[in-house]
């Protein structure tokens, strides 16, 4: 499987971007997501979306972002509003996510990440 991420970009606080994942090579997994890794810090989960489009989101992103995914097109697109400068990190598209037992493990499979960067 093959993940390429884009949108990725310098926005101001408070300012929106669009990330979009596109999958090549393999039938699109039921449960994907994006993850980011801020400088310093672990890798941490922010959105997943099952193929029925049943979503979850990280406390720290509820309200502000939208995770969407078009199973026809192969694509995981998140849209992030409001953006704060703690958002600020490399973002990460998964495939292959499982879960169970109420977490959920990452899958195999990883884009090359994207960096977004919240400032004025």
């Known amino acids: 499987v093959q993940l390429v991420e884009s949108g990725g970009g310098l926005v101001q606080p408070g300012g929106s971007l669009k990330l979009s994942c596109a999958a090549f090579?393999?039938?699109?997994?039921?449960?994907m997501g994006w993850y980011r890794q801020a400088p310093g810090k672990q890798r941490e989960l922010v959105a997943t979306?099952?193929?029925?489009?049943?979503?979850n989101y990280a406390d720290s992103v509820k309200g502000r972002f939208t995770i969407f995914r078009d199973n026809a097109k192969n694509t995981v697109d998140l849209q992030m509003r409001w953006l704060e400068p703690e958002d600020t990190a490399v973002y990460y598209c998964?495939?292959?996510?499982?879960?169970?037992?109420?977490?959920?493990?990452?899958?195999?499979?990883w884009g090359q990440g994207t960096q977004v960067t919240v400032s004025s």
């Open positions: 979306v099952w193929r029925n489009t049943t979503s």
């Open positions: 090579g393999t039938i699109f997994s039921d449960l």
């Open positions: 998964n495939a292959g996510i499982s879960y169970a037992g109420g977490s959920y493990v990452a899958g195999p499979n």
